[in-house]
């Protein structure tokens, strides 16, 4: 168990920001590319099977950047819905 995930059940979310977003990776689409941290190494970190997994400070990072980080993944396996359940990418 890493302490800096935000959710230790559901280390690829979904999580809840401040903002009221919501953030997952999906474990069947993500390759480990890395493009995600990257962006935004705040949010994200690879597991031991090279999935990406959600930090803790995640909340730390603007929800402009954590959009641009799931658009840069390869395999759009970050999804992310606005505070209303709609979703903001991939659309």
């Excluded at 997952?24 to 590319?33: M, S």
């Excluded at 995600?36 to 705040?42: L, R």
């Excluded at 995640?58 to 980080?69: A, C, G, L, Q, R």
Aim: hydrophobic fraction near 40%; proline fraction near 7%.
């Amino acid at each position: 168990m890493d302490p800096k995930i935000k959710d230790q059940k559901n280390p690829s979310g979904p999580v809840t920001l401040k903002s009221g977003h919501k953030v997952w990776v999906d474990r069947n689409l993500c390759i480990g590319a890395g493009t995600c941290i990257a962006v935004s190494p705040k949010a994200y970190v690879l597991d031991n099977e090279a999935k990406a997994t959600i930090l803790n400070s995640i909340d730390d990072d603007s929800i402009e950047n954590i959009i641009e980080s799931a658009k840069a993944c390869p395999v759009a396996a970050i999804i992310i819905e606005d505070a209303q359940g709609n979703r903001v990418f991939p659309k």
